[in-house]
């Protein structure tokens, strides 16, 4: 994983402002079984998609002004933001499948390496 929220000066995340990448949020529960279940696929699409694509895991307990701020009503919540809005979101449990079809439809086809 790319790692957990860290709030700035404001409560927000320096990720959040940084839009050099689309950001995939992460919204868990330590108590959710569903998002723990979670957990080994985002771990997989961190790497696989490294170079266009953040991940980031938050702690809705520990975070709830950011659970309000994304409107995020259910856990565990998948929130991808492209240019510092969001597009697009899967609220409860997600398969693979799922997460790569809502990937492939906000990002930019990867570049063929050159040799």
């Known amino acids: 994983m790319s790692g957990r929220f860290g709030a700035g000066p ?6 959040v402002r940084d839009a050099s990448l689309p950001l995939l ?3 868990f529960r330590e108590t ?9 696929l985002l771990a997989h699409i961190t790497r696989k998609e490294r170079g266009r694509l953040k991940v980031k895991r938050v702690n809705a307990d520990d975070h709830p002004r950011l659970v309000k701020k994304f409107g995020v009503t259910q856990i565990p919540t998948l929130v991808l ?3 510092r809005r969001v597009a697009d979101r899967i609220s409860g449990r997600a398969s693979m499948p ?5 990937l ?3 990002l930019p086809l990867e570049e063929p390496a050159v040799a």
């Open 32 to 40: 959710s079984g569903p998002a723990r279940r979670m957990e080994s």
């Open 98 to 102: 799922q997460i790569e079809r809502l």
């Open 104 to 106: 492939e439809e906000h």
């Open 81 to 83: 933001v492209i240019d």
């Open 10 to 15: 404001r409560g927000e995340d320096q990720s």
């Open 25 to 27: 949020v992460f919204f």
